[in-house]
Structures are given as C-alpha cells and as structure tokens.
C-alpha cells in the first residue's frame, strides 16, 4: 500500500501523524510512505530522518494523488476537500459530530474514513484517544495559567498560591481522562481543584486516589454554578464517543464568573463549547478554546 503523511495546515497545528520509526515499521512490512516536505517538522522531525528510516519525501499534491491511504492528525480542511478521492482511505481524528459540512464532503467523494476517536477494545476503552487526552489535560492547566496572567488580561494570579495568600480556584468539569490528568496537573501546582462528573463511581474513585487535595462534587446545575462563583480557571473535559459534548455554562453562569478568570475548553472540537460566548470586555472571563 502506498500511504500518505500530508503536513497539517490547521493553525498553530504542530503534530504530524507517523513519526520516522513508525516509517521504519511500515516499509519493513512492505508498505511505500510518502512524506510531505516539512511534515514533521513542527514536532522536531526532519526530513533527513524520515529518509533514513525508508520514506520518501514528496510534495503535497503528489502525496493525495498516490496514496492509497491518507493518514492525517486534524480533520481535512475545506482547501483539502477536492485533493481526496472516491475509495481512498482517510485515518485521522474527525470528530463530525458537530461538523456537518465536514461529513457531506467526506459521503460526497465517497473516502473511507477510521476516525481515532471512534476506534474502540472490547472494554470499551479508546486506545488511540486516549493519549491524545492525557497530553490536553495537563496542558489545559499550563495554558489557563498562561491566560491568568495578567499581560493577557487575566486575574493575575499565582494557582498555587504563596505564604499568606490563598491558592487559585480550579474546577474540572468532567473526570474522564482529560478531568483525571487535569486534576493531577492543577493539584501539582498547589491549587484549591474542584471537580464535577455525573458519575459517582468515577468520583469515588478520584476522591480514592486524590483524598483531601481533591474536592468531587456531582454534577448539576446548582454545583456547577456555585463552582464557577468562585473560579478561577474553569477546565472543560466533556467527552461523549461519537455524539456533541453538551454545552453546561450557559450565558447566565458565565457573568457570575469574576473577571478576568478563565475557561479552558478541551472539548471545543466535539461541539462541546460556543464560540460565540467569548468577548473582548474586559469583565468578563477569557475563554480559550483547547
């Protein structure tokens, strides 16, 4: 098979979708992979080390034209739509749920598409996910506190607190993967961590591990507003396999919030956020789209 790696042109996307040993694996077994000039190297993988361990290094229009199977980190872009082709293989995160476009012009070129989120174990587990969430878990804390600051317009403090001085507010919604890993970073820092789920099995579990450092609360809309009252980074884990995340901050919720908080939403590609609820007023809280 003749495989494509096409470099990712979705905005500050860096990842690329096979690194040069995962080239080594594939033409071992016989398998020919293009690379795209530059593919990798957002994520410090040059093209040299692609070639060494076998692919060979192409443009982009020859990489969609060849391959039999397309394998990408990001859904296809409408500019990428027209380079795929009926029976040709797509591997990539897609996330349709709330990209209805996206799917008419995938049915419309009749591609064969294997979404990562979509790929289940028999224990129901989301094996090519999952790493996916612990990486945007820990890193949902690092950017909330990049926004804290206050050269970008946030509330201007420290989650862990000094002598004298009370720690951050951070509250979870969600204790998936992304909740899990989250709480595990936010908790580091020395932040007060507060997190929301429907499930009290999952709550017990992290109350388990967590004691004391941790504060579960089951998720409803009287927690959750009592919550965002006093938060100062707002973390969004919701995942439904295959269907929207809901959308639980409502409009009312959000002028409760103290200015200059913020909101870090993970799930912002399964429709789990409005973008529309962002504002530039500086009263209101930032809302970063993870």
């Known amino acids: 098979m003749i495989i494509g790696v096409p470099k990712e042109i979705k905005e500050d996307e860096y990842r690329v979708s096979l690194t040069p040993a995962g080239a080594h694996d594939l033409t071992m077994d016989g398998h020919t992979v293009l690379v795209e000039d530059g593919a990798g190297e957002g994520s410090g993988l040059p093209n040299q080390l692609y070639e060494k361990h076998g692919a060979h290094i192409a443009e982009r229009n020859d990489i969609f ?21 009926e029976g040709q293989i797509l591997y990539t995160y897609l996330h349709l749920a709330p990209a209805p476009d996206l799917a008419r012009a995938l049915l419309d070129r009749k591609v064969t598409c294997i979404a990562y ?26 950017e909330g ?41 936010a908790i580091g820092t020395g932040a007060s ?34 919550s965002l009252r006093t938060a100062d980074l707002v973390i969004g884990a919701i ?41 530039h007023d500086p009263q209101r809280p930032h809302i970063h789209s993870g």
Do not use: C, W
Not at 66 to 75: A, D, L
Not at 157 to 175: E, F
Not at 266 to 274: E, M, S
């Open 65 to 85: 034209s060849r391959s039999e199977m397309i394998i990408k980190v990001k859904e296809p872009l409408p500019e990428e739509f027209d380079l795929l082709r």
């Open 117 to 142: 989120e979509t790929v289940q174990l028999s224990d129901d587990a989301l094996p090519l996910l999952i790493p996916m969430s612990e990486v945007a878990g820990r890193m949902s804390i690092h």
């Open 193 to 226: 961590v507060t997190l929301l789920d429907v499930n009290l099995s999952r709550l017990r579990y992290l109350d388990d591990i967590y004691g004391g450092r941790l504060k579960t609360l089951m998720s409803n809309r009287v927690n959750l507003t009592e």
């Open 239 to 279: 995942l439904i396999p295959g269907a929207r995340a809901p959308k639980l901050i409502t409009r009312e919720m959000l002028s409760l919030m103290m200015p200059g908080s913020v909101i870090v939403d993970v799930g912002i590609d399964q429709g789990g956020g409005d973008r529309n609820l962002s504002s």
């Open 145 to 185: 506190s990049k926004y804290l600051e206050r050269e970008n317009k946030g509330r201007g403090i420290l989650l862990g607190g000094v002598p004298g001085v009370d720690p951050g507010h951070v509250v979870i919604i969600g204790g998936g993967v992304v909740g899990a890993n989250a709480a595990k970073m």
